[in-house]
């Protein structure tokens, strides 16, 4: 399956799935080292994304018209530090994706750049337990895996891969950005929520590239 507009509709739409599925969960996470709204704070966000992507008068023509409702939306729709974060990081990923259909360098591109959004945005570094915990190894295996001939499917694979293995990493980091700082040592020994939320956000891009079933509204 080509990741064209449609695939990026489809990943747009499985987010909003999986977020809602993964509501309670995130809200958990974000109750042991923060305020507990990360769930609700992200399920709001992608909803409204649904609601304005079916309002469209025309299917979007780029991909990268997509990631930039993505980004508005949720930086209109999301308070607390994800929003504004979830919302450069798509931003900055859409201005990449000027292509009909990613390439194995654009899927790197895009996902480089998303990171390169929420550094920019949150001055974290890898190993503060943030989501950038999840997004930077996730780049790197991105460009590893281009860099070794993969295919753009599979190296969003690798990303979504080391999403995971990097929110888990986050388990026994000290937060020394974000509200989970405040607790200092005791923030240890939990999963970061944001980090967790965008190995959802990334392994939902795979889904919708090997999966063509469109998930209905959250
Ligand atoms: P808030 O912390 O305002 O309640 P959320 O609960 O929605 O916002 O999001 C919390 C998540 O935001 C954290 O789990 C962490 O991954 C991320 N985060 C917070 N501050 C930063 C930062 N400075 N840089 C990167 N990510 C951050
Ligand atoms: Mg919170």
Redesign the pocket.
């Known amino acids: 399956m080509t990741l064209d507009v449609a695939w990026v509709d489809r990943w747009v739409r499985r987010t909003a799935a999986v977020v809602a599925e993964h509501r309670v969960e995130l809200i958990e996470l ?1 109750r042991q080292i ?2 507990g ?2 769930g609700e ?2 399920h709001r966000g992608f909803t409204a994304v649904v609601g304005r992507l079916d309002e469209l008068t025309e299917p979007p023509a780029q991909i990268g018209d997509v990631l930039k409702l993505v980004a508005t939306t949720l930086m209109s729709t ?6 504004p ?1 979830y919302g450069t990081a798509y931003l900055r990923a859409a201005k990449v994706t000027g292509l009909p259909e990613l390439d194995a360098p654009a899927v790197v591109a895009m996902i480089e750049a998303g990171l390169e959004g ?1 550094v920019a ?4 570094t890898t190993g ?5 915990d999840a997004w930077s190894p996730a780049a790197a295996a991105a460009q590893t895996a281009a860099a070794g001939g993969a295919t753009a499917l599979e190296v969003l694979e690798a990303a979504a891969n080391a999403a995971e293995a990097g929110a888990v990493a986050t388990d026994p980091m000290v937060a020394t ?4 700082s405040y607790l200092g040592e005791r923030s240890a020994g939990h999963r ?4 967790a939320s ?1 190995a959802l956000v990334l392994r939902a891009a795979v889904t919708a590239a090997t999966d063509p079933v469109v998930p209905a509204a959250p």
């Open positions: 974000d923060g305020d709204d990360h704070n992200l999301v308070g607390g530090a994800a929003g974060l929420i945005r949150g001055k974290a503060e337990k943030t989501m950038v950005k974000g509200r989970a970061d929520p944001g980090a965008s």
